[in-house]
C-alpha cells in the first residue's frame, strides 16, 4: 500500500508565502512522476505543478514565477513552495504519485489566502 500525506497549508495574507510537503511511503518499485493539484470550491481539479525522476517540471500558467515544485528522494518528500499567494490561489491542493502503474493521491491541504 502507497499513502502519501500533505502538510503546510494554512491561512495567510496575499503576498505572502507557504511551503507544502507531501511524504510518501509504502511499497514503491517503480516511482515515477509527482505532482500538485488544486481544487477551489466548485471548480474541477487542476493540475499545479508537475515533477519528473529527473527533475523536469512543468508548471500551470497561472503560477509561473510564483511556485517552485522540488523533491528530495532521500526522504520520500516532494515540496511545493508557493510565493507571492493571491486570493484566487485558495484551493485544496493535494499531492499525487504515479508508481507502480497507479496513481495515488493524498488527503489535501487546505491553502486560504486572504485579501
Known amino acids: 500500500q502507497v499513502q502519501l500525506v500533505e502538510s503546510g497549508g494554512g491561512l495567510v495574507q496575499a503576498g505572502g508565502s507557504l511551503r507544502l510537503s507531501c511524504v510518501y511511503s509504502?511499497?514503491?518499485?517503480?516511482?515515477?512522476?509527482m505532482g500538485w493539484y488544486r481544487q477551489a470550491p466548485g471548480k474541477q481539479r487542476e493540475l499545479v505543478a508537475s515533477?519528473?525522476?529527473?527533475?523536469?517540471?512543468n508548471y500551470a500558467d497561472s503560477v509561473k514565477g510564483r511556485f517552485i515544485i522540488s523533491r528530495d528522494n532521500a526522504k520520500n518528500t516532494v515540496y511545493l513552495q508557493m510565493n507571492s499567494l493571491k486570493p484566487e490561489d485558495t484551493a485544496v491542493y493535494y499531492c499525487?504519485?504515479?508508481?507502480?502503474?497507479?496513481?495515488?493521491w493524498g488527503q489535501g491541504t487546505q491553502v486560504t489566502v486572504s485579501s
Open positions: 499525487k504519485l504515479i508508481a507502480n502503474g497507479r496513481q495515488y
Open positions: 515533477i519528473s525522476t529527473t527533475s523536469n517540471t
Open positions: 509504502g511499497n514503491i518499485f517503480s516511482l515515477n512522476a
